[in-house]
């Protein structure tokens, strides 16, 4: 079957969700179409791994984008794009459909990475959709025992989730510490003693090799040769973008995978446009670089949208994050990277880690520090950290 859009956006979570309303912003009226390989409409992508496991008002519908209720977009979900023709200006579907387009964006996101012989399953868990939330509610039963592989953001904010839920949580981490591959030690501490404290036990500076099902459920294969069993799996490794569509157009790829946008979020071949997870972006205190939080998603692809839609702006913000830890959390702009020089001033009951290439601040975490992102990115533009050390709002 064929479908025809002014507008057609490759990919169906947030930043889609932000790029249709992007469009709407500058066109009221050019047609929309949205297409999507998982079978849940767009989320709020964060809620998946902290609202919704600790807050009791959170829900799974309150936390759902509905681009097609707000813009009028037509939405496909639970179909693969797996073909782009630039020249003959159409995308095809793994199940044939063919949908044209006067303008497209690439906003596909990216896929987990997974361990060795270990396939998802009812029992593991590679953490991202909203399909993977229904599968860890359902597994996640208390006194049962969860493996959470990876020390990164899903890591982290997972065990944290689980073990607020009553379940017994092993995290196993190649770092020292859960997120130690982004915090100085002094904070880093502090989280290894905050997971202590609620029970969480930590194999840090340990990979997992491999897994296999058991008749009980996985039994893991570490990297110092021991093995661990548990009910279930969760697995976050980080992300590998969703560029392989670029490929196959001929659209120029970052080295890590993704597609390579200029200031307008243009890709290399004419009226494709990439925002989001998949894009790596000129960012303009930073240089270029991919980014995959939400504040980078759904602003660029707010922008994104824009741009689709004729507006000739240049692409410049610079996205902060954010994550919780238990009652611990912090927001950040620009590079977290403790091989850095880090420089940490404590600061309202909490701490400003300043990370520094070459004397510059490329970095500023604000760690329980709140209502300073904006003064952080002055720090980062202008290199130099405030003389006190301290930042202000
Ligand atoms: P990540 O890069 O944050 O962390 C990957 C972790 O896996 C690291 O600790 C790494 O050392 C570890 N690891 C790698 N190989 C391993 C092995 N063999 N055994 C054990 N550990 C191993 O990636 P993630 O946590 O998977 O997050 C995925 C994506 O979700 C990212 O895009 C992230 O930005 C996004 N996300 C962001 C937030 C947030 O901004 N707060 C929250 C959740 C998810």
Do not use: C
Request: hydrophobic share 35%; no cysteine.
């Amino acid at each position: 079957m064929r479908h025809d859009y002014d507008y057609l956006i490759i990919g169906a979570g947030m930043t889609a969700d932000a790029a249709a309303r992007g469009i709407r912003e500058i066109d009221p009226a050019g047609s929309i179409g949205i297409v999507g390989d998982e079978s849940d409409p767009p989320v709020r992508r964060p809620a998946l791994s902290k609202d919704l496991w600790i807050d009791d008002d959170a829900t799974l519908t309150g936390s759902t984008l509905d681009p097609a209720a707000d813009t009028g977009a037509e939405v496909f979900l639970g179909q693969r794009i797996t073909g782009l023709d630039p020249q003959g200006k159409v995308a095809t579907s793994a199940t044939g459909d063919e949908f044209g387009y006067g303008r497209a964006l690439i906003a596909t996101g990216g896929t987990p990475r997974h361990l060795d012989g270990l396939e998802p399953s009812e029992h593991v868990i590679y953490y991202r959709t909203v399909a993977d939330y229904r599968r860890l509610r359902e597994a996640a039963q208390p006194d049962t025992h969860a493996v959470v592989v990876g020390g990164g953001y899903i890591g982290s904010e997972i065990a944290a989730a689980l073990s607020q839920n009553d379940v017994h949580v092993t995290m196993v981490f190649p770092e020292d510490a859960p997120g130690a591959g982004r915090f100085p030690t002094e904070i880093a501490e502090q989280v290894t003693a905050r997971y202590g404290q609620a029970g969480v036990q930590l194999r840090a500076g340990t990979g997992v090799d491999s897994g296999h099902d058991t008749a009980e459920g996985v039994q893991l294969t570490l990297d110092d040769g021991s093995t661990l069993d548990a009910d279930l799996v969760v697995v976050g490794l980080g992300l590998q973008p969703a560029g392989d569509l670029a490929e196959s157009a001929g659209i120029d790829r970052s080295d890590d995978g993704g597609i390579v946008v200029d200031d307008h979020l243009r890709t290399s071949v004419d009226d494709v446009f990439a925002a989001g997870d998949v894009a790596s972006y000129l960012d303009p205190r930073l240089g270029r670089r991919r980014v995959e939080h939400e504040d980078n998603a759904t602003t660029m692809g707010q922008a994104a949208g824009r741009a689709l839609a004729g507006a000739d702006e240049k692409y410049a913000h610079t996205p902060m994050f954010y994550s919780d830890l238990f009652d611990l959390g912090y927001e950040a702009v620009g590079r977290m990277d403790p091989s850095l020089e880090t420089d940490v001033v404590e600061q309202d009951g909490g701490s400003v880690v300043y990370y520094l290439d070459d004397g510059r601040v490329v970095g500023v975490l604000l760690w329980n520090v709140w209502n300073a992102v904006d003064a952080a990115k002055s720090v980062i533009e202008s290199g130099t950290r405030p003389e006190s050390g301290l930042l202000k709002s």
